[in-house]
């Protein structure tokens, strides 16, 4: 087989493939094997036919077909790894010459992976960020703890205040008329959360239970239902009673209640290790985002238009199964936030456009400076895999080859090495 790449436009490139009529006839020899079997001929058992008559009774080009559709896939991928190119969507085939006993000449037009020209990615200055924690720091978990572990009291009197749960009954309006959605009952609002439209519950604190009140406000232009957008509403709100935190005091018995030390000090000394800990991971993962956008800042990359819709397709498919294990199926997130697919895909765009053009540059980095997945970096992945999922080595790789994902997998690595590289390159301020 001969074949070479032909770039036609900036990321198109048409693959001229000549096979030899040897292969040809094999692939016909093999499509008349599989097509014999099934064919109903008078005078012969199935399975039975000479090769000529199933050719005069279905026609030569059924035969061709069948034997250039087992044919082309194998033909297409063996061009791709002769020349090297990098395809990023279906190839439109062209048919040049399909003959029995002659070379079968086709044409695949398909768009590839763009170049990239690579811009400044080593001595590349960027800010460290600061892992240190202070004893604010600390003092603030220790409120996230104390609020964690408060003890909530049921009011039957007194007035609402921030950070009370208010348990409410309310109608909204609109123009005098009461509208879909505006109305719930013993609904449990946490003052200061800001879940509802804005100025809602500054208007409840200061009601007392049992009072009713009318609560102005207006609706968000931008909100989700066309209908309310902007419109001014009055809500009937009634509090049926009041929900307040009691907090416990900080000290040893807090320390005992709420984790496995005996005295402050050591939670302390805990949280403090733990803040720390996340903080330096903060700190890594801010200075990898800092040499990755440098590095894309400073390439030169048109993207594909057909790379930023797949990279959106598999960012809706993670956030389906994301809402699937919350319980709610994507249809209903749709209609719970009033967007439709469009705009959910429109709002991912960037985000797309922004992975596709950082893996790209990552890739061309990797393959300028050489870097790949040995297979020691592999078996060391797969190592760690196993014990985060508690499985074993070699059935987990097994499970991978099978399902295909062990180039992912390297691709992965590779990409982790780049980004090391550029650490390893950079100046840290």
């Keep these: 087989m001969k074949a070479k790449a032909e770039k036609i436009e900036k990321n198109t490139v048409v693959l001229e493939i ?10 016909l020899d093999k499509a008349y094997r599989k097509l014999v079997k099934k064919a109903n001929i008078p005078g ?14 279905y026609g030569k080009e059924y035969l061709m077909d069948e034997a250039l559709d087992n044919l082309l896939p194998d033909v297409y991928v063996e061009a791709v790894q002769e020349t090297e190119i990098e395809p ?86 609109v123009d005098g008329e009461a509208f879909p959605g505006g109305k719930g009952e013993n609904y449990p609002l946490e003052i200061g959360s800001g879940s509802f439209i804005p100025g809602f519950e500054e208007q409840v604190i200061g009601a007392k239970v049992g009072e009713e009140r009318d609560v102005n406000v207006t609706f968000p232009e931008e909100y989700h239902s066309a209908e309310l957008a902007g419109k001014a509403a009055v809500f009937k709100v009634k509090v049926n009673s009041i929900r307040r935190k ?26 403090r290790n733990r803040l720390k800990e996340t903080a330096g991971k903060k700190a890594e993962i801010a200075v990898k985002e800092q040499l990755i956008q440098k ?9 594909p238009a057909v790379m930023v819709d797949t990279r959106l397709n598999v960012m809706l498919n993670d956030m389906a199964q994301r809402l699937q294990r919350q319980g709610i199926s994507f249809e209903d997130y749709l209609r ?27 890739e061309a980095i990797a393959r300028k400076e ?60």
């Design 88 to 173: 990023i969507d279906r190839p439109q085939v062209e048919l040049v010459q399909a003959e029995e006993g002659k070379p079968l000449i086709i044409k695949a037009k398909v768009e590839v992976k763009p170049e990239v020209i690579l811009g400044e990615y080593t001595g590349l200055e960027v800010e460290n960020p600061s892992a240190d924690i202070n004893d604010a720091d600390v003092d603030a978990e220790l409120g996230k703890l104390q609020q964690r572990h408060a003890k909530v009291n049921t009011l039957d009197e007194g007035e609402v205040e921030q950070g009370d749960v208010a348990v409410i009954d309310f109608e909204g309006f």
């Design 246 to 271: 009691e907090l416990l005091p900080v000290d040893d018995e807090f320390a005992k209640d709420v984790s496995e030390f005996d005295t402050l000090e050591e939670l302390k000394t805990d949280i």
């Design 370 to 429: 050489q870097i790949d997945a040995t297979d020691e970096d592999v078996n060391a992945e797969l190592e760690k895999m196993a014990e985060q999922y508690k499985q074993d080595v070699s059935t987990l790789r097994a499970a991978l080859e099978t399902q295909g994902n062990i180039d992912s997998l390297k691709n992965s690595i590779a990409f982790q090495k780049t980004i090391q590289f550029l650490i390893d390159n950079a100046k840290l301020a």
């Design 18 to 27: 000549e096979v030899e009529p040897e292969k040809l006839n094999q692939s």
């Design 295 to 303: 590095a894309v800042e400073n390439a030169t990359v048109e993207i």
């Design 336 to 362: 719970f936030t009033g967007a439709d697919i469009d705009a959910v895909r429109t709002d991912l765009k960037p985000e797309a456009e922004k992975s596709v053009r950082s893996d790209l540059v990552l």
């Design 44 to 57: 012969f058992r199935k399975g039975k036919a000479p090769r000529a008559l199933l050719e005069r009774f």
